[in-house]
């Protein structure tokens, strides 16, 4: 038999138990997301099963139905958030488990295989375009987009910026708080988000980064009081990633650039860092990573003329 179970009560009961178990042992960010998932997929799909009708080809065919068809009309997910879903779904029922409310249901013998999503990156024609036209007519928006592209910040760490973390003197631009919308779990019609600046995503992604010296020269024009954030120049305003995203794709659309996500500008910086032969334990510490595997795996996509020129290197 797939799953037994000693508990009377249902999955969902369950899943609520969880939340509630986790509210304050986790970050909001991440409360927020797993407050989603439940809402919006486990709960509508298995939260009136009981714990012994939770069987790993039941939910194999839900998830198989996520990623191709969807739920409630909203086109079909992707390998990444099935996978989020399921990862939910086990630490439902391991919290089940350790509370004496036993579901013996394996779902880590149900496994997504997700495709590799290719990373844009621009290349050295495209960067140089793009920086020329930054500088052109440079404003403190432009000049965030620009500081992205010399430094790899993510956009959450680039709209909490504030000018009390950039030492102009020295060149070097502290990292210490994340801009992002979540949901607003608290809100009566689960649908309203709200921003939330917080502590960077990982102890590792809390950094201080040298400034490359003609950035640096830039950022001297602009700045101003210590409290006022980099993106507005104003402490009682701050730019939120949407509107930074929304400025992006209307840059890369003026510049004459195929269009592409913020994130890009990330993958551009360590992919150029690697051409231009970094230290890649260097480079691991200035992208915020726990380790170099991610920097390399994740983020440094070497170009074919750089693929060449080290074929080039062999002796016949």
């Given at each position: 038999m797939e799953c037994m179970c000693t508990f009377e009560s249902n999955y969902g009961e369950l899943a609520n138990q969880w939340l509630s178990s986790i509210q304050l042992r986790v970050k909001e960010s991440t409360y927020a997301r797993y407050y989603y998932l439940v809402n919006a997929y486990i709960l509508p799909l298995f939260g009136d099963h009981a714990l012994y009708d939770i069987s790993v080809p039941g939910v194999e065919a839900e998830m198989r139905k996520l990623l191709t068809q969807g739920r409630g009309g909203r086109g079909a997910l992707s390998a990444k958030s099935v996978t989020d879903i399921l990862s939910v779904m086990r630490m439902i029922l391991e919290y089940g488990n350790d509370n004496g409310q036993i579901a013996v249901c394996n779902l880590k013998k149900i496994l997504i295989r997700r495709t590799?999503?290719?990373?844009?990156?621009?290349?050295?024609?495209?960067?140089?375009?793009?920086?020329?036209?930054?500088?052109?007519?440079?404003?403190?928006?432009?000049?965030?987009?620009?500081?992205?592209?010399?430094?790899?910040?993510?956009?959450?760490?680039?709209?909490?910026?504030?000018?009390?973390?950039?030492?102009?003197?020295?060149?070097?631009?502290?990292?210490?708080?994340?801009?992002?919308?979540?949901?607003?779990?608290?809100a009566t019609d689960n649908k309203k988000s709200k921003i939330i600046i917080t502590d960077p995503k990982t102890f590792r992604s809390r950094r201080d980064?040298?400034?490359?010296?003609?950035?640096?020269?830039?950022?001297?024009?602009?700045?101003?009081?210590?409290?006022?954030?980099f993106l507005t120049g104003r402490a009682d305003k701050y730019m939120e990633p949407r509107t930074v995203q929304n400025h992006f794709k209307r840059y890369l659309k003026e510049a004459g650039i195929?269009?592409?996500?913020?994130?890009?500008?990330?993958?551009?910086?360590?992919?150029?860092?690697?051409?231009?032969?970094?230290?890649?334990?260097?480079?691991?510490?200035?992208?915020?990573?726990?380790n170099v595997n991610i920097t390399m795996n994740r983020y440094v996509h070497s170009s074919f003329a750089l693929k060449r020129e080290n074929m080039n290197k062999l002796s016949f």
């Open positions: 590799p999503v290719e990373i844009k990156v621009l290349n050295p024609e495209e960067q140089q375009r793009f920086r020329d036209y930054l500088l052109s007519d440079m404003d403190l928006p432009k000049a965030g987009t620009l500081l992205s592209l010399y430094t790899g910040i993510r956009i959450g760490e680039l709209c909490a910026l504030q000018w009390k973390n950039l030492n102009l003197e020295n060149g070097i631009l502290q990292i210490r708080q994340t801009m992002q919308r979540i949901q607003d779990v608290y980064i040298p400034l490359p010296s003609f950035v640096t020269g830039i950022l001297q024009m602009y700045e101003t009081e210590t409290d006022a954030y195929p269009d592409m996500n913020f994130h890009a500008l990330r993958h551009t910086f360590a992919t150029r860092c690697i051409e231009a032969g970094f230290e890649i334990k260097s480079l691991s510490e200035i992208m915020g990573h726990a």
